[in-house]
């Protein structure tokens, strides 16, 4: 009697298709765009805590058609007496450059370490000629004594 040894292969059945290239949308690079107008662009100052530090910025509305705005914004931590405080960094100065509305919309900063008297607190932006505030009752706490308050602008 004979014995056979059968082997069985699974088959693999493989479908090709035909890939082709999906064209993407065409955007404008940011250079192509037309200059935002300062009438269809307005800036609104928020602030918050956060684990011990300050976060502040403007956030920048616009309701109107994709353009480039090109921006210096600066932030001066201020008493409400308008005494500039002593916070390493102060004032402040960034650049502000986006595609709208595409691009994340807003500039920030972090204020840490404000060991002082409590005191009321006015953070003034200054953008595109308008000056803009946010007053606080007080700054961030103050995590070591000897060390000195920081502000530091926050890229977006």
């Given at each position: 009697m004979r014995r056979f040894l059968l082997i069985l292969i699974p088959a693999v059945m493989v479908t090709c298709t035909e890939l082709r290239p999906t064209p993407l949308p065409q955007t404008s690079s940011p250079s192509s765009r037309a200059p935002c107008s300062r009438a269809g662009v307005s800036f609104a100052p928020f602030g918050e805590g956060a684990g011990g530090a300050a976060v502040v910025g403007l956030e920048v509305h616009h309701g109107g058609r994709p353009c480039h705005l090109q921006a210096t914004v600066t932030l001066k931590v201020e008493g409400t007496m308008g005494t500039m405080l002593s916070i390493e960094g102060n004032p402040s100065t960034t650049a502000i450059e986006r595609s709208l509305p595409q691009e994340p919309e807003g500039v920030m900063w972090q204020?840490?370490?404000?060991?002082?008297d409590d005191m009321a607190i006015r953070f003034v932006f200054t953008v595109l000629d308008e000056r803009l505030s946010l007053d606080s009752?007080?700054?961030?706490?103050c995590d070591e004594p000897t060390a000195g308050s920081t502000l530091t602008a926050i890229d977006t």
């Open positions: 204020w840490r370490n404000s060991c002082g009752r007080a700054g961030p706490r």
